[in-house]
């Protein structure tokens, strides 16, 4: 009982005031397990299953689709990876792992293609931007010989 509860329930034996300390000791050993009965203890096992970290590399396909999305490579590999997602929610890991696999490849092909194909515009508009000057000057100076 609390002690609100034994307050109001004194009664007749208002003068003797309640033992807390048996009540605290008796809490203790059942705690501790002192056996209260000759029935065998029985034991709950619960088996927890580790879940398989599978990644679904959607931030990095959504970069690719953002920024990379030469030939569409970035948003087929965001779609898998959505899927990827969708499969480990589902629980179905091997799915999961499957589409994570085809989404990182993706992805892998759409970084190194969108680099290459970055690379190969800057130097072509710098060499065609010179080409350009090149082109300019000698009009100039054929303008000027006339």
């Known amino acids: 009982m609390n002690c609100t509860s034994q307050l109001l329930f004194t009664g007749a ?8 300390e048996v009540l605290k000791e008796e809490h203790e050993v059942a705690v501790l397990g002192a056996p209260q ?36 490579l970035g948003f087929v590999a965001f ?6 997602r969708d499969r480990k929610m589902v629980g179905d890991i091997t799915g999961a792992q499957s589409y994570a696999s085809t989404a990182k490849c993706l992805n892998i092909c759409a970084l190194v293609l969108g680099l290459l194909l970055t690379i190969v515009l800057i130097i072509l508009v710098s060499t065609g931007s010179l080409m350009i000057v090149q082109a300019i000057l000698e009009l100039i100076q054929n303008y000027r010989g006339h």
């Open 13 to 20: 034996h208002g003068a003797v005031p309640p033992a807390y």
């Open 37 to 72: 009965s000759p029935a065998p203890v029985t034991t709950t096992v619960i088996n927890i299953r580790s879940d398989t970290a599978v990644p679904d590399h959607i931030v990095w396909s959504l970069f690719n689709t953002v920024f990379m999305n030469w030939c569409c």
């Open 79 to 84: 779609a898998y990876s959505v899927k990827s």
